[in-house]
């Protein structure tokens, strides 16, 4: 009898042991299993792309592109779990590994690639070719990574010859696509898109330089030489708001804030969902270019542009108040800026 107790009770512990051990293994299988994120910056003048951790931008890699490429944009599928960037001198758009950061493919969208967006409903990625000699927008069929459609400037509009596409941006349905038209110093147009047959559903005119974002299910217009922020119901785009800011250009928004970037004087701006400018703040260099923010809604990455720039900063987000975190060099012209979510 006394056997049998001993042997009850190794085998007790074994079951323990064994439950252990696949309780571990389970906890280490869901680790391996979170969601990983980082931030991607197009270095336009490095011909780079750098991916930074969103804690305190520490370097995780680095995709090298062709000389003379420079890159301007980035954008992820997290459907195709690719990330994409284009090339505004050669015009490529490429498709580059999520994990280990490789250039996958490429294909040709047109001189002076830009300003790009996409969405994983409609599986289209839409880009805008600013070269002088192209001016148009190229949508990329994500699926077979080939040019779907190819629109010319709008006719209709009364364009000068000085006009180009610039901005552009997909809601979040994917049933529309938005794109700015930049034409001199004062106008700038925003065409609304169908993305099922690219016909032009709305226009609206507003100031020069226009940039377009998202928040809290409306569409928002940037005018930089205007210093204005307006909010348009995303189906037809009636004015609903006006918001002076000086400076407005680069723009992103979390599910609380939106954030505005005051490129020409240095600022960052945050406004909330009642169109509040919640706070403001000065930032130690010129040229606040373009902006990301993480998931969760409390980093924020900026990019400080221009021919000999190569800083990026880091802010951490605290109801509405924005507070530097790091600082450091990604490349030459930090451009365009991302958040990856995987």
């Known amino acids: 009898m006394k056997k049998n107790k001993n042997y009850l009770s190794i085998l007790f512990l074994l079951s323990i042991f064994a439950f252990v051990i696949v309780a571990c293994r389970d906890d280490d299988n869901d680790s391996a299993n979170e969601p990983q994120s980082y931030f991607a910056v197009a270095n336009r003048g490095s011909n780079t792309i750098t991916y930074h951790n969103t804690e305190n931008l520490s370097l995780l890699g680095t995709t090298s592109l062709p000389d003379g490429t420079q890159p301007t944009y980035v954008a992820y599928s997290r459907k195709k779990n690719r990330i994409y960037t284009g090339g505004l001198e050669n015009g490529m758009l490429y498709e580059i590994n999520s994990e280990t950061f490789k250039i996958e493919r490429s294909v040709l969208v047109g001189l002076g690639a830009f300003h790009l967006w996409l969405n994983d ?32 400037l709008p006719s209709t509009l009364g364009l000068s010859t000085n006009a180009i ?34 016909s032009i559903a709305n226009t609206f005119e507003f100031g020069g330089d226009g ?43 979390s599910a609380n804030y939106l954030f505005a970037a005051d490129l020409p004087n240095g600022r960052l701006g945050v406004i909330d969902a009642q169109n509040n400018i919640t706070s403001t703040l000065n930032t130690s260099f010129d040229a606040t270019h373009n902006l990301a923010v993480n998931n969760s809604g409390n980093k924020l990455i900026v990019s400080y542009s221009g021919g000999a720039q190569t800083k990026i900063e880091l802010f951490d987000i605290t109801n509405g108040q924005l507070t530097s975190n790091t600082t450091l060099d990604s490349g030459t012209n930090p451009f365009g800026v991302a958040f990856i979510q995987k």
Request: glycine share 6%; no cysteine.
């Open 165 to 198: 596409q610039h901005d552009v941006i997909i809601n979040p349905q994917g049933n529309f696509a938005y794109v700015t038209i930049l034409d001199g110093m004062n106008t700038s147009h925003l065409v609304q898109y169908n993305t099922d047959d690219f």
């Open 211 to 253: 940039h377009v974002g998202f928040f809290n299910n409306s569409l928002y217009s940037l005018s930089q030489n205007a210093g204005e922020i307006k909010q348009h119901q995303p189906d037809n785009l009636t004015e609903i708001e006006n918001i002076s800011f000086s400076g407005s250009h680069g723009v992103t928004a």
């Open 121 to 152: 409903s409609v599986d289209q990625l839409w880009v805008n070719n600013i070269n002088s000699s192209v001016k148009t927008t190229t949508v990329v069929d994500l699926n077979t990574f080939t040019v779907k459609q190819t629109i010319n």
